[in-house]
Nanobody, 123 residues
Framework: QVQLVESGGGSVQAGGSLRLSCAVS????????MGWFRQAPGKGREFVAS????????YYADSVKGRFTISADNAKNTVYLQLNSLRTEDTAVYYC????????????????WGRGTQVTVSS
């Protein structure tokens, strides 16, 4: 069973930065694509960013472009999400997800999910 474990959340002031990590227990064809989603209080889950372990371009939600960066360390089986210039509206639980393909993240779906890590941004 594949496990995804997020870490790195916390509380910061607006304009600050955080780096989230997602450790993946097993690299298989079914975890070829990695993504980050978030869910704010009272709102639905939304896509944040994604990439493939094999490389290529990363994809971002318009709301985070230029501020967040997704990256992967293949040797450590870990995916990161660097959050810069944080805003209060970035407050949410951030979830790591894995799927056989990037298209699997469409409609907010994925084969595997982590339990999430809380990010709180205060003004």
């Amino acid at each position: 069973q594949v496990q995804l474990v997020e870490s790195g959340g916390g509380s910061v002031q607006a304009g600050g930065s955080l780096r989230l990590s997602c450790a993946v227990s097993a690299r298989t064809a079914r975890t070829s694509a990695m993504g980050w989603f978030r869910q704010a209080p009272g709102k639905g889950r939304e896509f944040v960013a994604s990439l493939m372990w094999s490389g290529g371009r990363a994809y971002y939600a318009d709301s985070v472009k230029g501020r967040f960066t997704i990256s992967a360390d293949n040797a450590k089986n870990t995916v990161y999400l660097q959050l810069n210039s944080l805003r209060t509206e970035d407050t949410a639980v951030y979830y790591c997800a894995a799927d056989p393909s990037l298209g699997g993240f469409d409609d907010g779906l994925a084969e595997y999910w982590g339990r999430g890590t809380q990010v709180t941004v205060s003004s």
